[in-house]
């Protein structure tokens, strides 16, 4: 009985530890008040809130080679002639399910181009896998290759756009293979995996992946308060330690929100997981505009 009230107390210390941790790291990260760079002086003064761009939204499918791996992809676009900034997406351990798809045109509504390659069907990958499959590294490499060579597009500079694991496959693309910077402009994060699925279990939990030390582009990453802990931790430690650095990068965490708060259905979705979910693709088409703009002028 003592050996299980020892373990407990253990427990409970090391659970109050990890949350103070978690608190004190979000406070430090979060921005507050007027000179936050998320501050609109014409909302707070004035009232005024900018238009939302929307547009109709045409998709296609298409294919691409690796080796003898052929490799499905989404293409979502406006359905209004005319060129638009482009968007490597990178979907998570779901596959290129119906949630990601729909996720895919919300984003191209607001006037991007958006490919989105299947990164598992070409190669048998069951959905939800737990291994990671280094090929997958490469096909996402060329998947980018194929964006950069669509005609629709205003600039030859793109972004990359990867959602829970699809954050690690981003990571790859742009530090691994050199993408940052030659083709890429923005990193776009949603609550990403940044570690090599296959790392010991502490690695996952107290680690980064080391390529996040070498990124060197604008990162908007976004976060819910009530994220796994082992999701939650890394990516704070990693917004840190860019910050310090002194590389470009905006963190949100949305208050009161949990795990998966963009592709949550059914009964288990929230108002806040839907605030989340319309804040967090405005904030992030207008991050990839303004970087493409910038990196192409």
Request: a neutral charge; aromatic letters at 14%.
């Amino acid at each position: 009985m003592a050996v299980l009230l020892i373990i407990f107390s253990l427990f409970v210390f090391s659970a109050g530890y990890g949350d103070e941790f978690i608190e004190n790291l979000m406070k430090e990260l979060q921005e507050r008040g007027e000179t936050a760079w998320w501050w609109d002086k014409d909302w707070w003064e004035k009232g005024i809130i900018k238009n939302v761009e929307n547009h109709e939204v045409v998709v296609e499918w298409v294919s691409y080679m690796n080796g003898d791996v052929e490799i499905p992809a989404m293409i979502a676009r406006p359905k209004k002639e005319g060129k638009y900034p482009g968007v490597l997406f990178l979907h998570g351990r779901r596959g290129l399910d119906k949630y990601f798809q729909m996720h895919v045109i919300r984003l191209a509504a607001r006037g991007l181009v958006v490919f989105a390659p299947d990164l598992y069907t070409g190669r048998f990958i069951p959905q939800f896998p737990i291994e990671h499959d280094y090929e997958i590294e490469e096909d996402a490499n060329k998947g980018l290759d194929y964006l950069l060579s669509l005609p629709y597009l205003s600039s030859k500079k793109v972004c990359v756009y990867g959602l829970t694991r699809g954050g690690y496959y981003s990571l790859k693309v742009l530090v691994t293979k050199k993408r940052q910077k030659k083709d890429i402009v923005c990193f776009v994060g949603y609550y990403p995996h940044l570690q090599d699925p296959n790392a010991p279990e502490p690695m996952q939990v107290y680690r980064y992946a080391e390529e996040v030390e070498q990124l060197d582009i604008p990162i908007l990453f976004f976060v819910g308060e009530k994220e796994q802990y082992q999701r939650l931790r890394p990516i704070l430690m990693a917004v840190k330690y860019l910050k310090e650095k002194g590389k470009p990068v905006k963190l949100i965490i949305y208050p009161g929100v949990g795990r998966g708060f963009d592709f949550r259905n059914g009964d288990r979705r929230t108002f806040a997981d839907d605030l989340a979910a319309k804040d967090a693709i405005i904030r992030a088409s207008e991050f990839i505009k303004e970087n493409i703009k910038k990196y192409s002028d």
